[in-house]
């Protein structure tokens, strides 16, 4: 009688801890995919982000151009509006 209460205890166990190994593994698993997913957005929003921040140096120095200096204002204002001195004639040709 104990050697069959004994077998069954046995395997009730043996299933009850392939039954945790299981849940377990389940869950180590979807926790695993739920952080690649967060650091692959990890990734992007930093490439985002140094992306923005180059695009604020360029803003940033463009406008400290535009503040400090007269001659970029001066080409820019040829190139972009077309205006010229009083002495100069502007040639504009087709595209």
């Known amino acids: 009688?104990?050697?069959?209460?004994?077998?069954?205890?046995?395997?009730?166990?043996?299933?009850?801890?392939?039954?945790?190994?299981?849940?377990?593994?389940t869950a180590l698993l979807?926790?695993?995919?739920?952080?690649?997913?967060?650091?692959q957005k990890e990734v992007e929003l930093t490439a985002q982000l140094e992306a923005k921040q180059a695009e604020l140096r360029a803003r940033q120095e463009y406008l400290r151009m535009v503040l400090d200096d007269p001659e970029?204002?001066?080409?820019?204002?040829?190139?972009?509006?077309?205006?010229?001195?009083?002495?100069?004639?502007v040639f504009r040709f087709g595209k």
């Open 1 to 25: 009688m104990f050697h069959i209460v004994a077998k069954t205890l046995t395997y009730f166990l043996t299933l009850l801890l392939l039954f945790v190994v299981i849940f377990m593994g």
């Open 30 to 39: 979807r926790t695993y995919r739920e952080y690649s997913a967060y650091k």
């Open 72 to 89: 970029f204002i001066d080409r820019v204002i040829r190139e972009k509006l077309g205006f010229a001195k009083p002495s100069e004639k």
